[in-house]
């Protein structure tokens, strides 16, 4: 199954990319449905954003367990599954009445799917399909995250607009339903299942074993072994903060909070897709520049730059023009280039068998942090009725985890040797 002189495990990648992309879409769906959701029945602020908080939470907590799944049955197979219960669950969603039912639809099934189809699928491919220019492909399957929003949230915020949320749900899901084809046609579970090695692997490179073991007694394993090294609670914690502020904090929020300052949804919405252009760009960067330069510092550079954004973006709601395009740009290129970084630091720390599992730990933590970001951020709306607190704490902690992750890898607790920083070429 040669393309030409392409080797298959681009064709696999850019199928993955397309997948997560629409994933993305999926997930920034929520954010122009707060305030529909509110209008029509009645429901506050935080009320809506407790399901969304379900959905990022299970989106996380599914990770290392749908790690464990495309170990024993193939990533082929678990992304079809995965993308048949998101297709279901968001054409659910027209039918809802009550709250249950929005945490039902969107929250758990739509959590769980997602979950599936998530940083641990791009993880999982690149592990297995590379073994040069990891840092790259998983820069670009990242990024597909911001080019998700790209595309979907502005054509999102006109269908509200002009059509209301309901013909929303219909599109996402439709769309979902339109990719499954492609899994099934494009993906392979491994090189070998097309006769060939991984994309730089040496000719005499030992097969990807298919795993033997319980997928919940590997999962929970993997979790054993990296819970002993320090560097892996330390990324976990970092990643904890990431999830509050982005996917939690302003995925969720910003349009809302743009709607509450005068700011038409369509134009919020073009906010977070511009977001998404530097994202692109921003992710894509941080993949090339893991293979290259000391991963921690790249890290202390992201999230510092992340919380002088958000302490920022008070003032850009006070400024006329410039405010939130310039907080757009600033904050859009470091949105989520921490997770190269990050999944290159976990493979050093827990080791390359381990390391698409303990990654996905790893984004259960991020999407822990989501969800409380997310409900936190509803909650001081709804209290005090401003996002003002919300964005201040966000920056703090940011800064924070800015100094955190200089300690990776480093001091008198570690259990590994010295992390080389540069990948084979």
Request: charged share 10%; proline share 5%; with cysteine.
């Amino acid at each position: 199954m040669k393309t030409g002189r392409l080797h298959y495990a681009w064709v696999v990648a850019a199928t993955i990319f397309v997948v997560l992309l629409c994933a993305a879409g999926v997930r920034a769906t929520p954010s122009v449905f707060i305030v529909p959701l509110e209008r029509e029945f009645g429901w506050s602020r935080a009320l809506v954003s407790s399901a969304v908080s379900v959905n990022l939470v299970l989106y996380g907590l599914v990770g290392p367990f749908a790690a464990a799944l495309m170990q024993k049955f193939g990533i082929r197979r678990m992304t079809l599954v995965s993308l048949c219960v998101i297709a279901v669950g968001v054409a659910l969603t027209n039918f809802i009445h009550a709250p249950w039912q929005l945490v039902l639809f969107w929250g758990v099934l739509v959590g769980l799917g997602t979950g599936t189809t998530a940083m641990v699928l791009g993880a999982t491919v690149v592990q297995r399909w590379f073994v040069t220019r990891r840092g790259l492909v998983m820069g670009l399957l990242t990024a597909s995250t911001a080019t998700g929003q790209l595309v979907f949230l502005p054509l999102l915020a006109m269908l509200v607009e002009h059509h209301g949320w309901r013909a929303v749900s219909f599109t996402v899901a439709g769309v979902v339903a339109v990719i499954i084809p492609l899994v099934a046609l494009f993906v392979r579970d491994r090189p070998e299942d097309v006769g060939l090695k991984p994309f730089g692997a040496a000719p005499d490179a030992e097969p990807v074993k298919v795993s033997t073991v319980n997928p919940l007694a590997n999962a929970l394993g993997a979790l054993g072994r990296a819970s002993r090294h320090r560097d892996f609670w330390l990324l976990a914690g970092s990643f904890f903060i990431c999830g509050a502020t982005t996917n939690g904090l302003v995925g969720t929020h910003l349009i809302p909070a743009c709607m509450d300052h005068g700011i038409p949804e369509v134009r919020a919405a073009g906010l977070l897709a511009v977001m998404g252009i530097f994202d692109l760009v921003g992710t894509t960067a941080s993949g090339w520049m893991s293979d290259r330069f000391d991963n921690r510092w790249l890290l202390f550079w992201y999230y510092g730059l992340r919380g002088i954004a958000l302490l920022y973006l008070p003032s850009a709601f006070e400024m006329s023009l410039f405010g939130l395009p310039l907080f757009a740009v600033f904050y859009g290129l470091d949105w989520i280039a921490t997770v190269p970084p990050t999944v290159r630091l976990t493979t050093q720390t827990v080791g390359a068998e381990d390391g698409p599992i303990a990654f996905g730990w790893v984004v259960a933590a991020h999407q822990i942090g989501a969800g409380l970001g997310a409900l936190g951020a509803g909650v001081i709306r709804t209290s005090l009725e401003t996002y003002t607190p919300a964005w201040v704490v966000a920056g703090v902690i940011c800064l924070g985890a800015a100094l955190v992750v200089l300690r990776i890898g480093r001091g008198p607790a570690r259990t590994e040797p010295v992390m080389s920083t540069a990948a084979p070429h």
